[in-house]
Each structure stands twice: as C-alpha cells, then as structure tokens.
C-alpha cells in the first residue's frame, strides 16, 4: 500500500515544536471522511469513514513508527478508486479492490459500500484474488489494469484504456508458453467481422517463445481462426550472428552495449490500409517497432508498452536481409577490438557504401540513424 500519504484536515492542531498533535478530522460536504491521531507529528491511530468492509464502518488502523501496523488502511488509486489493506502485526494479510470501476457511480454501492473482491496475501505478494494500478501513458490516456492471481500466479489482466469520452478492454491470457491479447468478448474461435473500411479492431495477438530464455518465439494476428499475419522473432546480443534468412534487424541499446531483434519467416495477409487498422492491429504493429514484452506470472509487469510507442525499448537503427541473410539495405552495427567500442556499415542495393570503427555509443548513433528512400 501507499504508506507515504499526505493527508489533508478541516484544521491543523500542532504542538509546541510544530508537530502535528491530537486528533485531526478530515470532512466533505458536512460528511466526515477520515479521523487521524497523532503523537508528535506521528501518526498513530485512523478511521476511515469513506468505505465500509462487511458492514465494518468505520474502517479503523494503528500505526507503528508512523508505519501501517494492525486493521484495516484505506487509500484510492487516481484519488477515486478505492483500495483496502488489513494487516497483522504489520504485515498485509488481505487487500480489498474494486470489482468493476464502472460501478463506482452506481447508485447501489452508495455510503462506501462497494463491491469489493478479497485478495488473500502471502509473503507480502498477492496469493488469491486481484491487484490493481492505474499507469500515466505518455499519449495523456491512462491505463488502469487488474492482474487476477491464483496461488500466487497471474492466469489473466484486465487492461483498461481510458481516455477522454473513451474506454477500451484488452484482455491478456498467460499460456504455458506465452501470452494472447483480445478485446473484451472475443476468441480465437469466433466468427470475426471485418468492416468495409478494413477494421481489424476485433482481432487477437498470440505471442509464443520457444526456449526458457525467451530470446526466440513468434508471434500472430488472429481473425477468428485464421492468421493474417505471423512472424518469428530472435534476441540476442550483437556478438552472435544473426539467423541466414530473408528478413529484419532491429537494434537497440541495452546496459553496456547493443542486442538486436531479428523478424523472419513473416506472412502477411492482412491487404490493408496500414494507417487504418484499430486498436488490435496497432498494438501488433507497435511490437513489430520494439522488442517483444517479457511478461512475469508472478505480476510486477509494465504493460504499458502495449500502448506506449514513445518507450525505452524503441530501435535505434535496421537492416535488411535477403534470404540468404545478407545485408542488403541498412546498417550492421557490430562490436569492435576495444570495450564499448562499435563499428557499423551500411548497405544499399547489396553494397557497402559507408562505414565506421572504433565509435562510442554517442557517436555511433547519429551515424546509424535508418532512412529508406528506396
């Protein structure tokens, strides 16, 4: 939970050192939302009157060291959703969210009564149950997702995008050996409808990796059963060579150095506007751009890079290979003699035409910067 709140009181009461002292109340329209007491600038005991769990109201915690200690401790992601945490001798044993935030308004769940899910903890991580975050994305929109554990793994999020006058849910499933993305009421298994203006909005994504490492896979655009577009993937650092195959590399920057996504063996039958795809096949395009998500069961993941194209993961540079997996257009950014040195040519029509050694990353990169003028 947030232990780092700040609290604001109808009436500030401090002791003689400035401290705050004594009971402090805090009260909205006439209604009194939360009491607080202090010692000496120290907060030892709350009562949240905001929301009510299984009648319990109001919801009352004591402090240790200024720290949640014992009972129940109310906080609100984006200061409008509820979340509950009880605790026992300062460590959480349950976590109380919200079932639905299309709810909160609701005329039933008035007086802090709130459809609440029970999320049971172990260890101090989720066990059973949900948890909830909402993430600024950088286009303004804001994503809120609900991880839903189950003995201690994720098996599925709810990824909520919210925007002004707008919402949308994808849906992200953990698979033995991956993850699918979909829209909120469609499968793989259902009849697709594509509009006359080419909307392949409805669509699902499956990522698939093929070693425990995770540096190869694949990944898919479904409508229905039917896959419009495929491709292999493979991550590896600069030192290894790529695969001998018709195809793309991407680089990007890691610690202490470069590593490169390599696409191959794509099919493509989408026959598409690029431009006017929807939310599904955008998201597919957008992964084409970086490298693909690492998703943990155990939670704690960024999904944000679904929707956020402005990421740290974003190539720096490309290359194209024929189907013997030489360069044929672009850059090829290799390691050099020294540590953190690079070297890079470039390609065009088959043939080298520039070329560097001995380059920092700072200077390397305005060098490698990809332009496709053919």
């Not at 109001?58 to 240790?64: A, T």
């Not at 195809?247 to 202490?256: A, S, T, V």
């Amino acid at each position: 939970m947030d232990i780092e709140q700040e609290y604001d009181y109808d009436e500030e009461l401090l002791n003689g050192n400035g401290l705050r002292e004594g009971e402090h109340v805090y009260s909205e329209d006439e209604e009194l939302c939360y009491r607080h007491s202090y010692s000496n600038g120290v907060l030892i005991k709350s009562a949240d009157y905001r929301v009510s769990i299984d009648g319990i109201k109001p919801l009352e915690g004591s402090y240790k060291d200024g720290l949640p200690y014992e009972g129940y401790f109310v906080s609100f992601i984006d200061q409008e959703i509820p979340l509950v945490d009880f605790l026992k001798n300062g460590e959480i044993y349950f976590q109380y969210g919200v079932a639905s935030i299309f709810d909160l308004d609701s005329e039933e769940y008035t007086d802090g009564n709130y459809n609440f899910i029970k999320t049971s903890y172990k260890n101090g991580k989720p066990w059973n149950g949900i948890k909830q975050e909402m993430v600024d994305l950088e286009s303004g929109a804001h994503l809120f997702y609900t991880e839903h554990f189950k003995d201690g793994l994720v098996s599925h999020v709810e990824l909520l995008l919210l925007a002004v006058h707008y919402g949308e849910m994808i849906l992200l499933e953990f698979l033995p050996d991956g993850y699918k993305l979909f829209k909120e009421g469609e499968s793989n298994n259902e009849e697709i409808e594509i509009d006359e203006n080419g909307d392949f909005d409805n669509g699902s994504i499956e990522v698939k990796f093929f070693d425990a490492e995770k540096n190869s896979g694949s990944i898919s655009f479904f409508l229905g059963e039917t896959i419009t577009d495929f491709y292999k993937f493979f991550v590896q650092d600069i030192s290894v060579e790529p695969i001998s195959s018709l195809g793309q590399i991407l680089y990007f920057p890691k610690e202490n150095g470069y590593q490169y996504k390599q696409r191959y063996e794509r099919t493509d039958k989408t026959d598409m506007d690029y431009y006017n795809t929807g939310l599904m096949m955008n998201i597919f395009r957008s992964l084409e751009q970086q490298l693909i998500p690492v998703l943990s069961r155990e939670g704690r993941n960024d999904y944000s890079v679904f929707f956020d194209l402005n990421n740290p993961q974003k190539f720096i540079s490309v290359l194209f290979l024929n189907e013997k997996g030489a360069p044929r257009l672009g850059f090829k950014i290799e390691n050099d003699t020294l540590p953190t040195t690079y070297k890079y040519c470039y390609y065009q029509d088959f043939k080298a035409l520039a070329s560097g050694v001995g380059l920092g990353s700072e200077a390397l990169e305005p060098l490698v910067i990809f332009k496709n003028n053919n």
